[in-house]
């Protein structure tokens, strides 16, 4: 076991804080979504024909279950997912996107790349390079943490 220190625990602050408030807010204020945030979190976790448990959807989020169940009734309700029985468990339902989520998914990731695009624009190529394999880096390292 390694020990934290005080300097790189604020590197991980300031970068949780510049990805906040250059990155995602500035996204989520611009685009005119009738969702809230984490109801767009739930629908990129069911991209490409993917189905989740509530239980799954709760962990991916880290938040609690029976704050999921609000979430995924508004999505119902706009039609953005479905309900299925699971085939393995009947105990267990499992949230699927719509076609109308599916295509809203697809419009979110666009808006995203568009958004990204621009505020990436004036950026050195090596930079840039050098920024995306950092991210899979550390896309790679906090996946692991859970396993």
């Keep these: 076991m390694f020990h934290l220190d005080e300097k790189n625990t604020q590197k991980f602050a300031t970068l949780m804080q510049l990805l906040d408030r250059r990155i995602l807010r500035p996204f989520y204020t611009r685009q005119r979504y009738d969702l809230s945030p ?4 739930v629908l990129l976790l069911l991209d490409k024909d993917v189905s989740l448990s509530m239980s799954q959807i709760a962990y991916q ?3 609690s279950k029976p704050n999921v169940t609000p979430i995924v009734d508004r999505l119902i309700d706009g039609d953005y997912v479905v309900r299925i029985p699971s085939k393995v468990d009947r105990r267990v339902i499992e949230i ?3 076609e109308k989520g599916q ?6 990731r666009s808006d995203m790349r568009k958004m990204l695009e621009g505020r990436f624009a004036n950026v ?9 394999q950092s991210m899979d880096v550390c896309i790679d390292f906090i996946s692991g943490l859970d396993e």
Excluded: V
């Design 61 to 63: 989020l880290d938040i």
């Design 124 to 132: 050195n190529e090596e930079k840039f390079s050098q920024f995306i």
């Design 38 to 41: 984490l109801q767009i979190n």
């Design 96 to 98: 699927r996107a719509t």
């Design 103 to 108: 295509k809203f998914i697809r419009s979110i």
